[in-house]
C-alpha cells in the first residue's frame, strides 16, 4: 500500500497518482475484471465502497472548477475512485472468479 505524509491538498504529487495506479494494478491482477453490467452493492462491503467512490466522482467534479494549474488533485481522485472501484469488485470475492497470484 503506498504510504505519504498527507500536507496542503497542493502537495499531491505525481508519485501519490502513481502508487495509486500501482495498486490498482495488483488487485486487479488478483481477479477477472466484470465485463458486463455491474450492479452496485453485491455484498455490504463492496455496497460501501460504491458509496465512497460515489462521494470522490463528487468531490473530482467539484475540484475541478478551483484547481490550481499543474494540480494533481484531480488525476488523484480520479485514480482514488478507480481503486475504490477496483477494490468493491474484488470484495465481491464468491460472485466473481478469483485467480491466485
Known sequence: ?????PGRIEDVTPEMVAALEAWIDDVTD?????????VPGETEVAARLDVARTVIRRAERRSMVV???????????????????????????????????
Open 1 to 5: 500500500a503506498p504510504r505519504w505524509n
Open 30 to 38: 488478483r481477479f477477472d475484471q466484470p465485463t458486463e453490467f455491474v
Open 67 to 101: 484547481v490550481i494549474e499543474g494540480s494533481q488533485v484531480v488525476p488523484y481522485l480520479n485514480r482514488l475512485s478507480d481503486l475504490v472501484w477496483t477494490l468493491a469488485r474484488w470484495t465481491e470475492g464468491t460472485s466473481r472468479e478469483t485467480r491466485t497470484v
